[in-house]
């Protein structure tokens, strides 16, 4: 066992495993300060039906948690602020945090949209071990964006992600290399990663309450037991887990829609939408590096007849002006006058990473123009700067810092198909 084979595979990782604190829930207090400090819970607005899909921990206080549902919040915590919530500015914001963790290595790979592995191993020359990457990640994302993110980090999957979930939030918790087990065995056998509640269950009732009893059992006594989970369980409980980080598949398209509050006739309202969400789409586009071939267009009527078409782009681009043009040339060509609109999407398809296409492509004199407005809306955020055109006869979609748009207003869902 001394060939180049071995010392490779006990080549120690590095892994960080960073999950962003009652995001959702804080995504709307960042933008609403006047919510800091109370029980906030996204799902639905009150007496409405629905489920809670993230809670501040003040609300959690109040034995509130996801997927509860809304009206046993409401009764659990009556001081509650429910909301809705802003899917699109959710999207917006793991964006950009998925892109601060992507400058530190391109081994990212997202569970949701407020957590992520990152394989950190070659990232230290150039940034260092993964405590002091992990560092800096919290405190980018909380100068840069706002937010707090509790960090693991391990030499495995397995232990990062059960140590950022130890001390939430705002914690920062690392598993020196050979105390995997050490730190593991204290825990409760359902605190390790791939013990739902029914393995928590039949462990429990096997006379196991701790990851260090299941580590102690032999394997075959836990395959008799478990069958051939049995021995992963081991392993797991041992601290061990060779899966690596996968970074994700890029987008095959990228898309923003809205729902008008009211149904719209006028084609110009439509059209200074379009505008709007091209905007979005190009962001996004420069944000995950890429381009698109062809957009697609998709028009809800009154009474939800949905249709949609598509239009190739005369090269590929990220540009908000191009993929507006092509959008708005499929609307005059589709858009049945009279018929009042419920919603309206854009969708860039057809996508190729940016990197790859050549100077023909003119990407590259678009660039610069499209660079400059990314920088003033990260640090100001999407309304800091609009093109001339956007400002006339433009629906209110998003809002500006220190404003909230009307809670039962319109709302625009970012749609991701195969991320
Ligand atoms: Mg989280």
């Not at 999207?91 to 400058?103: G, K, N, P, T, W």
């Amino acid at each position: 066992m001394s060939d180049v084979r071995s010392s490779r595979t006990t080549r120690m990782r590095s892994i960080l495993h960073a999950d962003l604190d009652a995001f959702y829930a804080s995504v709307e207090v960042l933008d609403d300060p006047s919510l800091r400090g109370k029980p906030v819970i996204v799902g639905a607005a009150r007496g409405e039906r629905g489920v809670v899909s993230a809670a501040s921990y003040e609300a959690r206080q109040f034995g509130v948690h996801s997927a509860m549902p809304i009206r046993t919040a409401e009764r659990l915590c009556p001081s509650g602020v429910f909301l809705p919530g802003h899917p699109d500015r959710y999207r917006e914001l793991s964006d950009q945090v998925m892109a601060i963790f992507r400058s530190y290595t391109p081994l990212v790979e997202p569970i949701s949209l407020d957590e992520a592995f990152l394989d950190v191993t070659g990232s230290a020359a150039a940034f260092g071990n993964g405590e002091a990457i992990a560092r800096q990640i919290k405190s980018r994302v909380q100068s840069e964006a706002g937010l707090v993110v509790s960090v693991g980090v391990a030499s495995n999957k397995l232990c990062a992600k059960v140590a950022s979930d130890l001390r939430k939030p705002n914690a920062l918790v690392v598993v020196p290399p050979g105390e995997e087990a050490d730190f593991l065995a204290p825990l409760p056998v359902g605190r390790l990663w791939g013990v739902g509640p029914k393995a928590g269950q039949a462990l429990r009732e096997f006379g196991v309450q701790r990851v260090g009893e299941l580590a102690a059992l032999s394997d075959a006594t836990l395959r008799r037991r478990f069958g051939q989970h049995g021995g992963e369980l081991a392993r797991r409980a041992r601290g061990i887990d060779p899966s690596p980080v996968i970074p994700s598949q890029a987008p095959k398209s990228i898309g923003h829609e809205h729902t008008f509050e009211h149904d719209v006739v006028d084609p110009r309202h439509l059209e200074s939408t379009l505008l709007d969400l091209a905007e979005s789409v190009a962001t996004r586009l420069r944000r995950h590096d890429m381009a698109a071939g062809a957009v697609q267009l998709k028009l809800r009527y009154e009474g939800f007849e949905t249709l949609t078409r598509q239009e190739p782009l005369p090269h590929r681009t990220r540009d908000g002006e191009l993929l507006y043009a092509a959008g708005v040339e499929l609307l005059r060509r589709t858009l049945v006058a009279e018929r009042a609109v419920r919603l309206v999407g854009l969708t860039a398809i057809n996508l190729a990473d940016a990197q790859q296409l050549t100077l023909f492509d003119g990407l590259d004199r678009e660039e610069r123009l499209s660079a400059s407005i990314d920088a003033v809306r990260e640090r100001f955020g999407e309304n800091a700067i609009t093109r001339a055109r956007l400002l006339t006869d433009r629906p209110r979609r998003r809002f500006d810092f220190g404003e909230r748009p009307n809670k039962a207003g319109p709302r625009s869902a970012p749609q991701e198909l195969d991320e």
